[in-house]
């Protein structure tokens, strides 16, 4: 590839709803560019984009893939994101470095799910975008109704550029609406518009030029004064209107019969920004004070990294965007964040598994390094004279968890070390060991996002797990102030044994956690013994009197004891400050505590009854409803032990449909009669 100037550059995602086509449609602008001699198969297993096993194994895809490919004298670097909901993440980090996306709709399911939420991704950046709709060969395929849920859905100005010729088993081609050509199958040759379709294209094309007129002041006196305007300027006035968002422009085709799709990648090139038109803030480290970057090679060097990839073969592999200035091979930057110098080997360009090694990557490009040592995904690499931070990358919360356990005794040697790498290559993974029941627990976005990292810890690091499903971290605590004495007494042959304290327990507010109180006054238990009750009593809560969980919420005040000048030890009042727990836990009515999480559920509206019958079952306490863009929006506080296999459960009721976060809200009592289940499985387990 020959060097680009910023202006030349164009990165651009491809988001969709899972199915919708975003791989075969990457496939034949390769092909059409001559990257590759024939058009890639998802089914086949053959495509440059999908080359992670697991990707051939389920035929959908998992990672980001950097396709960059040569058009009309720019470069442009696509980045095929997975539409499956287990893999946001990836998508999170796609967009973040992109400068315009192409959200793909299925001719016949129109917009999905998954569309409304990659589209909330391009809003929350600002993103100009504009849409193709795939799959116009399919059974049921319906131009216009894609066109008029994405105006009912969204809410913008959406204003075809072609019209499909035929539809389903009769799609032959696409109108330009522009050039006013139809381009049957995938010629580059313009030929007449089929009469049937002529008045239709003629009034379409009217509002093009309106809309293109309305973008430039310049263009709209023109326009107003009865002067034709020119392609040319047609084209600039849609590419200032797309900018801003007030226009998303619409195409069509067929990306497995490369219908439309030479057509897509002239107006990605024509309407996407390029990088010169992108501003992004950066903190100086030095003092915090905010400084606008723009993409030019000549300004600071910053470097956003937002992906990490552990490959076989060459190791940690960091995909990263230069935001500023120019990166170097075997040069020497400054991780920012970590605030730890990186050594930055031979840098390459990705087309998709295959590396191609460069001098540089100016800005405005993306490019990727090997086995940097400290640097993850959302880390900035910038020269350590001139500090900077760019913003970082939001993912969302895990929504499904699997307890891991080692296969072997081999494994168990392997298994932190793999995790940890496992996590570092995937921000949405996270694991963690669960102090209260002693678990490894590994969240993420799903039950097939979990089934893949197992996996992938099998086929990358050779480490073999099983999962199983987390034991709830449930809690104890105490509802009513008790006092009780802890009275320590051993006598043996030589030294005896003494301690006697008087404590009293009294329930905290929730999540206060445990206090401890010295309110020993005339010397009854000496000063340097009263660390060791306290240190007694931190022990005891580890393993409270219901069903052995960790015990919270409460404050133990020492009042007053005994002491013996010979005989006590700080032995003897730690092993007394255990008996007083002990007894004074079992007097206080001890409640077991239960974990609650705050969900959002988004689901189309048809689905309503079905999920608010279903979380009745769960014992979940709707807080809200709303709406939005035709979905309804169920916000709900949910035990944790009822949300073990919700992602599996939402899709089966949605169709796979739904989709839903949560976070930890707070500790809340058990019901009486759950409570008593617990305690026996428990008792039964010791």
Known sequence: MRSYKVEELRNVGLIAHSGAGKTSLAEAMLFNVGVT?????????????????????????????????????????????????????????????????????????????GTELVWQYADELGLPRMAFINKMDRDNANFQNALEQMRSKFGVNVVPLQLPIGSQANFRGVVDLLSMKAYLGDTTTGSDIPAELGDQAQALHVQIVETAAEADDELIIKYLDGEELGIDEIQRGLAIAVASGKVIPVLCGSATKNIGVRLLQDAMVRYLPSPAATEVQARQVRDGSIEVLKDSSAGPLATLVFKTMADPYVGKLTYFRVYSGAMQSDSRVLN???????????????????????????????????????????????????????????????????????????????????????VEEDPTLVVKREADTGEMVLSGMGDSHIDIAVRRLQQKFGVEVITSVPKVPYKETITKTVRVQGRHKKQTGGRGQFGDILVRFEPLPRGQGFEFADEVYGGHVPRNYIPAVEKGLKEALQKGVLAGYPSTDFRAALYDGSSHSVDSSEIAFKLAAHLAFKKGMQEASPVLLEPIMKATITVPEQFMGDVLGDLNTKRARVLGMGQERGNSIINAEVPLAEMQRYAADLRSMTQGRGYFSMEFERYDEVPAHIAQTVIEEAKKEE
């Open 37 to 113: 001699s024939r058009l890639g198969k998802v089914e086949e297993g053959n495509t440059v984009s999908d080359y992670d096993p697991e990707e051939i194994r389920r035929q959908i895809s998992v990672n980001t893939s950097v396709l960059p490919w040569e058009w009309q004298g720019h470069k442009v670097n696509v980045l095929d994101t997975p539409g499956y909901m287990d893999f946001v993440g990836e998508v999170k980090g796609a967009v973040r470095v992109s400068d315009g996306v192409v959200v793909v709709l299925c001719a016949a399911s129109g917009v999905e799910v």
């Open 336 to 422: 920012a964040n970590k605030g730890e110098e990186e050594r930055i080997g031979q840098l390459f360009f990705l087309l998709g598994k295959e590396q191609k090694p460069t001098k540089e990557v100016i800005a405005g490009d993306i490019g990727a390094v090997a086995k940097l040592q400290t640097t993850v995904t959302g880390d900035t690499l910038c020269d350590k004279d001139y500090p900077l931070v760019l913003p970082g990358i939001t993912f969302p919360h895990p929504v499904a968890f699997a307890a891991v356990s080692p296969k072997t005794k081999a494994d168990l040697d392997k298994m932190g070390s793999a995790l940890a790498r496992l």
